[in-house]
């Protein structure tokens, strides 16, 4: 069992910065392959993957966001981060860090990743 919980999310004018962040509270996949995702939901639009990054680092980062956020990782603290510049109206949503075993490819979808944390908040304005 994965257990994954988000901070870092908040109000901030458009052209400001946020880093989320996520721990996980067990690492049980820490020597098999395994993915981390951010997702997001905006308000009433349906959930969108963002970006994910490997077990071996390579990372995905949607369109709508290429150039401005960034995915990374730091698998000492078991932690995984969104840098996000640059923010928008347009990125106001709920964010949400996800975890699956096994690698993925592309765009990340949240039919394929079973653990999930509970959700930051992101508000542009």
């Known amino acids: 069992q994965v257990q994954l919980v988000e901070s870092g999310g908040g109000s901030v004018e458009a052209g400001g910065s946020l880093k989320l962040s996520c721990i996980a509270s067990?690492?049980?996949?820490?020597?098999?392959?395994?993915?981390m995702a951010w997702f997001r939901q905006p308000p009433g639009k349906d959930r969108e993957g963002v970006a994910r990054i490997s077990v071996y680092g390579r990372t995905f980062i949607d369109n709508s966001v290429k150039g401005r956020f960034t995915i990374s990782r730091d698998n000492t603290k078991n932690m995984l981060y969104l840098q996000m510049d640059s923010l928008k109206p347009e990125d106001t949503a709920m964010y949400y860090c996800?975890?699956?075993?096994?690698?993925?490819?592309?765009?990340?979808?949240?039919?394929?990743?079973?653990?999930w944390g509970q959700g930051t908040q992101v508000t542009v304005s």
């Open positions: 996800a975890f699956r075993t096994g690698l993925y490819y592309g765009r990340p979808s949240g039919d394929y990743f079973p653990y």
């Open positions: 067990t690492y049980p996949y820490r020597d098999n392959e395994y993915c």
